[in-house]
């Protein structure tokens, strides 16, 4: 994965906020998930327009990480997203 | 032919049955639910042709059922059973799910098949525990009141020793069933608040049992892939399982010996949220 990728979430996925985690509703997969916090902020800003490096950094200040913990987490999760088919294919 | 009339869930059944093994059959499932007679919501027909000698279950509207053998039989009864029902009542959201009541408040019981579910609520009918069902958990999502579907408890193999089935349970090709008469407990018969829904873990070889809260996000997702007819409510039934997820305890119950984990169940819920 390369960091200046703009991960983007699928617009047919429904996703409910519960205290600080995410439900999301994968219908057309047939899925359903938990996100936890970290999860959940990352799927908040892959809106197609930010880039891995700038959630990562974004990462490393809401949780008072290092930068390379947070670049790690993001790219896991947005790999894990991917994975599951809750991501728009796009290319960068 | 024999009729057999239901009341389930407060809509009208009528079972015709062709053929005593039949008769004999449905009413061991279902001859506690039975009532009245009256115009049916749900018609069936069922009983045994040919030769060798087939079960059969009609329905207007479907497709004629076979089954080679007795638990094949009430396994595809069941199923089409559970399916019309929740036709007739879209406005309650099914759980794949036990339910008991101990005082005044139902526990919900929810694993995949094979999990251990029906063995655990049979054991807890012993321990204080009353029994709405060990299948389907019908709940009122503006009451949260789970409803009684209290069909026989059907266990896929005899439970340990600890907790014997009664004698002379009639058993079928796919297992037990434990007619709601032998249960050593009352059978509940009315709507009756959720107070906590307990998620199954079942490992050969655990110790001891355990149990763990979860949070509401993760119950609300493993409640949503144990409902039944989600698609019938708001949000494709995801504010269904946010409701119950979110408004009452929810726990990761792992199971060992079955008196540890009952004796487990009754401290949780005594304890309270």
Redesign the interface.
Known sequence: MVVEEHPKRRSDVSARAVQEELVVLDRAGNHIHQLNPTATFIWHRCDGRQTVQAIADEVAGAFAIDPETAREAVITSVRRFAELGLLDRTRD | MHILTLRVLDRAVRIGCSDPAAQSLVTTAYGSMRSGGGEPDLDYTVGREGVPATFFIARKGRERLTAADDGRFLALFDEDFAIEIQKLRRDLYFVHAGVLRRGDVAAMFVTKPGGGKSTLCWALLHHGFDYLSDELAPVNLATLEVHPFSRALALKKEPPGSHPLPPLTPRTSRGFHVRVEDLPAAVVQSPTPLAAVFFLSYAPGVAEPAVRRI????A??RL??NALNPLAHR??G?DG??RI??THPCFELTTADLTPTCALVTATLERGP
């Open positions: 949070s509401a996000a993760e609300a997702a949503y892939a949000d494709d995801l399982a946010l997820a979110t």
